[in-house]
């Protein structure tokens, strides 16, 4: 079993919609849950983080962490085609520095 | 402000050379972290150095690989005996502090590839 589990996708919305990316993640003494964002051809770049059960919004973007069930999702409300990109879930099983363990990433398509 | 640096952006090498990898991190951060990202894959940690000191090297994949940040700043990763399984990109990340609130900031990364 993977560290951190992503559905590879792609995930397609039409604009407007919400998009739901889902993250499922083995250890249990995992610290802090991050999202981050790559486009095709760049660098992953930071959308969220979350630390405590519940949710976490910042614009668009709602982060859910239910350490219980050992899952972290993204919701990405209002849809635009420039959110297209992999979205990567990263999981810090540390307590020091920020050891991030990655999933593989969901693509997720949105069509105008 | 300039974000992390990383040179060269592309490499291409025979096997059995040896390469070394710069990354030039932003500016006042103390937190530099090596990842390795094959195709379609998410980063993986390889490396991760506070100030000088490196703190933890689980993630190298074997004693070819190795890495130093001799001042605290610029780091260089450095692969000895390449081997094509060594390809991927080569990413390079810092962050302000070292807890787990501060963002890592990725720098464009080096793409190895050894032929």
Same mark, same amino acid.
């Given at each position: 079993? %993977?560290?951190?589990?992503?559905?590879?996708g792609p995930l397609s919305v039409p604009e407007?919609a919400?998009a739901?990316?889902?993250?499922?993640?083995?250890?249990?003494?995992?610290?802090?849950?991050?999202? =981050? &964002?790559? =486009?095709?051809? %760049?660098?992953?770049?930071?959308?969220?983080?979350?630390?405590?059960?519940?949710?976490?919004?910042?614009? &668009?973007?709602?982060?859910?962490?239910?350490?219980?069930?050992?899952? $972290?999702?993204?919701?990405?409300?209002?849809s635009?085609p420039?959110d297209s990109?992999? =979205?990567?879930?990263? $999981?810090?099983?540390?307590?020091?520095?920020? %050891?991030? $363990?990655?999933?593989?990433?969901t693509r997720l398509l949105v069509s105008? | 402000?300039?974000?992390?640096?990383?040179?060269?952006?592309?490499? #291409?090498?025979?096997?059995?050379?040896?390469?070394?990898?710069?990354?030039?991190?932003?500016?006042?951060? #103390?937190?530099?972290?090596?990842?390795?990202?094959?195709?379609?894959?998410?980063?993986?940690?390889?490396?991760?150095?506070?100030?000088?000191?490196?703190?933890?090297?689980?993630?190298?994949?074997?004693?070819?690989?190795?890495?130093?940040?001799?001042?605290?700043?610029?780091?260089?990763?450095?692969?000895?005996?390449?081997?094509?399984?060594?390809?991927?990109?080569?990413?390079?990340?810092?962050?302000?502090?070292?807890?787990?609130?501060?963002?890592?900031?990725?720098?464009?990364?080096?793409?190895?590839?050894?032929?």
């Amino acid at each position: 079993q %993977k560290e951190v589990e992503q559905n590879s996708g792609p995930l397609s919305v039409p604009e407007g919609a919400i998009a739901s990316l889902n993250c499922t993640y083995s250890d249990r003494g995992s610290q802090s849950f991050f999202w =981050y &964002r790559q =486009y095709s051809g %760049k660098s992953p770049e930071l959308i969220m983080f979350i630390y405590s059960n519940g949710d976490k919004e910042d614009g &668009r973007f709602t982060a859910q962490l239910n350490k219980a069930s050992q899952y $972290v999702s993204l919701l990405i409300r209002d849809s635009q085609p420039s959110d297209s990109a992999t =979205y990567l879930c990263a $999981v810090n099983m540390n307590t020091g520095f920020q %050891k991030l $363990v990655f999933g593989t990433g969901t693509r997720l398509l949105v069509s105008p | 402000g300039a974000g992390v640096s990383q040179s060269p952006r592309y490499k #291409v090498t025979k096997r059995g050379q040896d390469v070394a990898l710069r990354c030039d991190p932003i500016s006042g951060h #103390v937190s530099l972290y090596w990842y390795r990202q094959a195709l379609g894959q998410g980063p993986e940690f390889l490396t991760y150095f506070n100030y000088e000191a490196q703190q933890d090297k689980s993630g190298l994949p074997n004693d070819r690989f190795s890495a130093e940040r001799p001042e605290g700043s610029i780091s260089t990763l450095t692969i000895q005996r390449t081997e094509q399984r060594d390809s991927a990109m080569y990413r390079c990340a810092s962050s302000y502090g070292q807890g787990g609130s501060y963002e890592q900031y990725f720098g464009p990364g080096t793409r190895l590839t050894v032929t």
